[in-house]
């Protein structure tokens, strides 16, 4: 079994409707992150969170919110979904954030 | 001056050729190097890891670090159609630091 999920791994939805992302690791991780990769601009942070009580903003959150459920559960939201958030999202653990992180495969999310 | 830089490609080469990547960087407290592999619709996936200066070889991978000229380098041998994919690298300072990816560049091996 893989050690991060994602789902779903695909979704189209509409301008304006709320989605949320889940993700869980296996690997007893207690960093995660969330993360969009887009063409020509590479992978940016979203969240990213030390443990469940610790959740910091990266370099874009705004439009995103986000809720660590447990170690092993990290879900994103967008509460009203604009087309400029058509992208690939990636979770991903570590064990210390300067380390190797441990992707999930992605969800590719179109808004249309 | 961007802090990681990395050439988007694509690269194309033919099977059996060595590939080298690359990438420059301007933190020069960068001493944790990596090299992720992604292949289409997937997530990236660690292939190198690398402490400080010198080589590290992997069957046919070979990661090199010069922090003289903050410069790393992936070099595949024998390449072959199945490594084709987008290489991206990333570095961090220490442990404790955040991770800085580069952009990714794409290879294509032509069979």
């Known amino acids: 079994d893989a050690d991060v999920t994602q789902t779903p791994r695909n979704r189209i939805t509409k301008t304006g409707k709320r989605i949320m992302l889940e993700c869980s690791q296996t690997k007893g991780h207690d960093r995660m992150y969330w993360y969009r990769q887009d063409p020509g601009l590479g992978l940016r942070l979203i969240y990213y969170?030390?443990?469940?009580?610790?959740?910091n903003k990266g370099e874009i959150s705004d439009g995103y919110s986000v809720s660590r459920q447990a170690q092993a559960k990290f879900s994103l939201s967008l509460e009203s979904a604009i087309p400029n958030q058509t992208a690939l999202y990636f979770c991903?653990?570590?064990?210390?954030?300067?380390?190797?992180?441990?992707f999930g495969p992605g969800t590719r999310l179109t808004v249309t | 001056q961007k802090e990681v830089e990395q050439d988007p490609g694509p690269l194309s080469v033919p099977e059996g050729a060595i590939v080298s990547l690359n990438c420059t960087y301007s933190n020069s407290a960068f001493q944790y190097f990596m090299w992720y592999r992604q292949y289409s619709r997937k997530g990236p996936e660690l292939l190198m890891y690398?402490?400080?200066?010198g080589n590290k070889e992997d069957g046919r991978f070979t990661a090199q670090v010069d922090k003289s000229s903050k410069y790393i380098s992936l070099f595949i041998r024998d390449s072959q159609p199945s490594d084709s994919a987008t290489y991206l690298c990333?570095?961090?300072?220490?442990?404790?630091?955040?991770?800085?990816f580069g952009k990714g560049t794409r290879l294509h091996i032509l069979p």
């Open positions: 990333a570095m961090s300072a220490n442990r404790d630091d955040k991770i800085i």
């Open positions: 991903a653990t570590s064990e210390s954030w300067g380390r190797e992180q441990y």
């Open positions: 690398t402490y400080s200066s």
């Open positions: 969170s030390f443990d469940v009580k610790d959740i």
